[in-house]
């Protein structure tokens, strides 16, 4: 049974940051791109950055947070992290974890649809 738990939301000052960690279980990590999301009530799901597994370098980024936030992974802990510095009230949303369909894909998709899994998400509040 595959699981995705996010953990590390919160309330933080703008400016400041958070480090979102999601481990997983029951699928090959160390051979599978991951993915973060966000969601704001009664808007999409929306791309935040993808953590390729070949290369410690394969990373994509929305613009919104280029530059501010940086994916990474521990192939050894099966857990994907997401650290985020200078926070903004425009952060504000639930930060999903996601795993690529398939292992071995050598891009790091934007699409939603092209994630299998999911977890339930944790809540980031930035306040101004």
């Known amino acids: 049974q595959v699981q995705l738990v996010e953990s590390g939301g919160g309330l933080v000052q703008a400016g400041g940051s958070l480090r979102l960690s999601c481990a997983t279980s029951?699928?090959?990590?160390?051979?599978?791109?991951m993915g973060w999301f966000r969601q704001i009530p009664g808007k999409e799901r929306e791309f935040v950055a993808a953590v390729g597994w070949w290369g410690i370098d394969k990373t994509d980024y929305a613009d919104s947070v280029k530059d501010r936030f940086t994916g990474s992974r521990d192939n050894a802990k099966n857990t994907v992290y997401l650290q985020m510095n200078s926070l903004t009230p425009e952060d504000t949303a639930v930060y999903y974890c996601?795993?690529?369909?398939?292992?071995?894909?050598?891009?790091?998709?934007?699409?939603?649809?092209?994630?299998?899994?999911w977890g339930r998400g944790t809540q980031v509040t930035v306040s101004s």
């Open positions: 996601a795993a690529r369909s398939g292992s071995y894909g050598y891009t790091l998709p934007r699409s939603a649809l092209e994630y299998a899994y």
């Open positions: 029951g699928l090959t990590f160390s051979v599978r791109t």
